[in-house]
Structures are given as structure tokens and as C-alpha cells.
């Protein structure tokens, strides 16, 4: 990661790197700066080479200098949630994500001192440690060196057709891959970051309007719920210059993505995870701007160059590419192994992804499949709910029933919804337990949160079928 930004500030050392309310960093200031910070971490007793957990904190410029200071000391990162409750440096044991133990867990504290000369990044250690979403259960901690960012950035660049000079607007956290991923792709290609504290819809439809003039944002990266968000708060048609939304973390409706190019927002469905340091498909916005999304559900282009795509018999995707966690130093060969990822969909005539929905999200009740993508997809369709989440939950009778939490009406309650869904649902795909929320806990991802669903659901009384 080092030669990266050293890279950076010799060959475009007065083009904008990072703007933010609090200040403006060309490539020469932020090496500059980047040098100072990691003086001070050396003279507080982080030495290259170690696994730093850092605690982010709610400042998104001191967030990216840290990120970028700790790398510049040649250490591995593992970021995390604010919120962390995980025992801070000086802590009587060493912190532990996954079981992966940390040297240090350090809190943000971007204070400079004498600038210090970078080291460089073995090629062999992790450059982070990234926690995956958890939405299907307990999060895990996924390893990648700088060649499988590297890698990631060069496809994703040579799909989207990234160039110096182009700006983000990154609304995403740094201990999501979605946010991460941006800074790196920036000091990589030239680009510049427009830093927000924090996803605020009103704040964010703005900087795309501004998109029209000097500030040009040229990419966002969202998920499907911020999306929704901005829609919601921008209901006038978009007047931007932006060459594409990437919309990902989570699957989205047809009639999001269809109601946002309505908008006049370039939206582009990918399709990615952690392990692979961010996407794995993503269309080209020449490919995104006649697609059908009706007639292609799930649709998220074409594979990423470098990547291999293929299903199984029970259409579980498995991937192979040089990006993921697992990939060899070198380009994959033909006898490379493949990653089998959590999710179910094909391969179409066209050679494009299309993913149906998690592999896992496919009950069995009373000997009967139910999928819950599908039927969550059925669900928000209609105008019944505002917001739904489905979880399966064991049953000693049938097997799994299913476990509903949603935003309903304000004058909904669960026997209500119990006689809706006895009018309007198969035996098999009622809910046998109704949970009404305000809103769906979801992750950084915008994926609901199935353990905290499931806990949610566990006192709730629920009919027999």
C-alpha cells in the first residue's frame, strides 16, 4: 500500500486527494501529513509488520489519514465499527476478531509528529483484515494482501473505465469492503475521495447536483437502502454528471433500480463480496443503460475481467479470480481452486450473473421449499408493507417456519397480518412469528441482521398453521 501513495504524490502531487469540510489534501499534502501521523504511531510502539484493530470514529477525514498512516508504517489493519465494544491497547489479553489475535487495538488519534519514511508492505502479510457483513451469522475476519487489492482495483478500473482526475463521493464506512474499497481505488488511479461523515440522504442528493459543476462527482457507491433514501429525498428528476451508482451489499428490486434511471441516476447493480476485496460483477454504464431490470432479476453483468464464474447442481456461484482472499500470489491457473460463495444464481446466454439470492435462504417446512428471497421480493412488491425481513426458524413440528419482521401500517398488529397472510399466502410461506418494527435493524451492508431478527423474533407468539 505504500508505494501506492508514494506512487501517488510523485506523479500527481497537486491533484486532489481528499476534500473534506475540514480540509482539502492534494497527493503531496497527504503523503506529507500520512508521514507525520505514522512518526507518531512509531513513537507510540507500533512497528511494522503487526495486526492493528482500529476503532473508526465518527470523522471521516481522521478515519482515512489513520488508515493510510498505519499503512504507511507497513502494518495490517483490521478497521472496525465505532460502536465496537472489543477491549481497546493495554487491554489484559489481546483483542481478537475471529479469533485472529491483534498486537494493538488503537482508537483514532491523528496526531502528527516527526515525519517518518514509509516501509514497505511485505508482500506475503495481509494488508487488512476486513470483517464480513454477518448477515447470515457470526462475521468473519477475511485476509488480503496488496496483489488481491490490486487486483480488485485493475479490474474494477478497467470495467468502469476509471481515469485520474475522477471523483467519489464516498458515503460508506472504512470497516465495510464497499467504503475501503474506494480510498484504495483513489490513491491507486489518481482519483479523489469527497469524504462524508456520515450517509445523510438531503446532503448526499446535493453533492450529485453539484456533480454539474466544478465539484464533478463522478461515481457513488450505495446500498440498496441509501438509495431508496436518496430517491425519498430528492423526489425532482436528478440534473448530474455522474457516470454510475454502483448499487450493491445487498440485493435490489427492479423497481428501485428502475425508479432511480428514472430519476436520471446511472445506476449499476454489482455484485461482490468481502473475500474478494469488493466486486466480482459489475456491468460497463454503456451495459447498464438499456437493460431490462424486469426481465433480468438479479442481473449484475458480466464478470469482472479475471474472474470465472460458474454454478453447481444445486446453483450455488463459485467464483475464481486473483482478488480473492484465497487466490494464489500469482494470476489464477486453469486448475486453480474455486470459491464457493454463499449465493444461489446462474449464468446466463449473454455470460452475465444473475443472483436469485442467498443459498441459505431456502427453508424447508413441512416438507415443502420456500424461498425467502423470492418471497421477500413478492412481498415488498406489493404496497402491504413498507419494509420486510425474512429469517427461518426451527420448528419441531414442521421443521422451519418462517419469522416476519416489518414495517407495517400504524394501525397493524400481528393478528392482522396473520388473517392477511392466510388470504393471501400458501401454508408453507406464513410467517409463523410477526416482529413490527420501526425499522429493519440492517449491517453496514444494508443486509438485515439475521442473528438480531432471530432475537428479535424469539419472544413473540406465534399461530399454528
Known amino acids: 500500500m505504500t508505494p501506492w501513495l508514494v506512487e501517488a504524490a510523485r506523479r500527481w502531487p497537486d491533484a486532489p486527494a481528499l476534500l473534506h469540510p475540514r480540509a482539502q489534501l492534494s497527493y503531496r499534502a497527504l503523503a506529507e501529513r500520512v508521514a507525520a501521523i505514522a512518526g507518531a504511531l512509531a513513537r507510540g510502539g507500533i512497528e511494522p509488520g503487526q495486526r492493528i484493530g482500529l476503532r473508526l ?34 487491554a489484559s489479553h489481546a483483542p481478537v476478531i475471529d479469533n485472529l489475535a491483534l498486537d494493538h487495538m488503537i482508537a483514532i488519534d491523528p496526531t502528527p509528529g516527526p515525519a517518518i519514511e514509509p516501509v514497505a508492505h511485505h508482500p506475503n502479510w495481509p494488508l487488512t483484515l476486513m470483517q464480513t457483513s454477518g448477515s447470515s451469522g457470526k462475521p468473519r475476519a ?14 474494477v478500473g478497467h470495467r468502469l473505465g476509471l481515469e485520474p482526475g475522477q471523483r467519489w463521493l464516498c458515503c460508506l464506512k472504512f470497516h465495510h469492503i464497499g467504503g475501503l474499497a474506494i480510498l484504495l481505488r483513489a490513491v491507486v488511479l489518481g482519483g479523489s475521495v469527497r469524504l462524508l461523515d456520515r450517509f445523510d440522504a438531503k446532503e448526499v442528493a446535493a453533492w450529485l447536483e453539484h456533480s454539474s459543476r466544478a465539484e464533478a462527482i463522478a461515481w457513488i457507491s450505495l446500498v440498496p437502502t441509501q438509495l431508496n433514501d436518496l430517491l425519498n429525498a430528492h423526489p425532482e428528476r436528478f440534473s448530474t454528471a455522474l457516470k ?8 435490489s428490486t427492479p423497481e428501485l433500480l428502475d425508479r432511480a434511471r428514472a430519476r436520471g441516476l446511472p445506476v449499476l447493480p454489482t455484485w461482490g463480496m468481502t473475500e474478494a476485496a469488493s466486486q466480482l460483477a459489475t456491468p460497463s454504464p454503456e451495459q447498464a443503460r438499456s437493460v431490462d431490470f424486469h426481465a433480468r432479476p438479479g442481473w449484475a453483468g458480466p464478470p469482472l475481467p479475471g474472474v470465472q464464474v460458474r454454478t453447481d447442481e444445486r446453483g450455488r456461484l463459485h467464483v475464481r479470480g486473483p482478488m480473492l482472499s484465497s487466490a494464489p500470489a500469482t494470476d489464477p491457473q486453469p486448475d486453480s481452486p474455486w470459491f464457493a460463495t454463499g449465493d444461489r444464481g446462474r ?37 402491504r408493507f413498507e419494509d420486510i425481513a425474512l429469517v427461518a426458524l426451527p420448528d419441531p413440528r414442521w421443521g422451519e417456519r418462517i419469522g416476519a419482521v416489518v414495517v407495517a401500517r400504524p394501525d397493524d398488529n400481528s393478528a392482522r397480518l396473520e388473517a392477511w397472510a392466510r388470504q393471501h399466502l400458501d401454508p408453507p410461506e406464513r410467517p409463523a412469528r410477526w416482529c413490527l418494527v420501526n425499522e429493519i435493524p440492517r449491517g453496514a451492508a444494508g443486509k438485515p441482521a439475521a442473528e438480531t431478527l432471530r432475537e428479535m423474533l424469539e419472544d413473540t407468539a406465534g399461530p399454528s398453521r
Do not use: C, K
Not at 498512516?69 to 477491549?87: E, F, K, N, Y
Not at 477475511?142 to 479490474?155: M, N
Not at 454510475?244 to 440485493?251: D, E, K, M, Q, T
Not at 444473475?354 to 413478492?378: F, H, K, Y
Open 142 to 155: 477475511i485476509a488480503h494482501r496488496p496483489d488481491q487489492h490490486g487486483a480488485s482495483i485493475e479490474a
Open 347 to 383: 449464468i446466463d446466454a449473454d455470460g452475465d450473473v444473475i443472483v436469485l439470492g442467498r443459498i441459505d435462504r431456502t427453508l424447508i417446512s413441512g416438507g415443502i421449499n420456500v424461498d425467502l428471497d423470492a418471497l421477500e421480493r413478492r412481498l415488498r412488491a406489493g404496497d
Open 244 to 251: 454510475g451508482v454502483l448499487v450493491g451489499g445487498a440485493a
Open 57 to 90: 470514529g465518527d470523522d471521516a477525514l481522521d478515519n482515512a489519514l489513520l488508515l493510510h498512516a498505519l499503512w504507511w508504517r507497513g502494518t495490517t489493519i483490521a478497521p472496525q465499527d465505532g460502536a465496537s465494544h472489543a477491549p481497546l491497547d493495554g
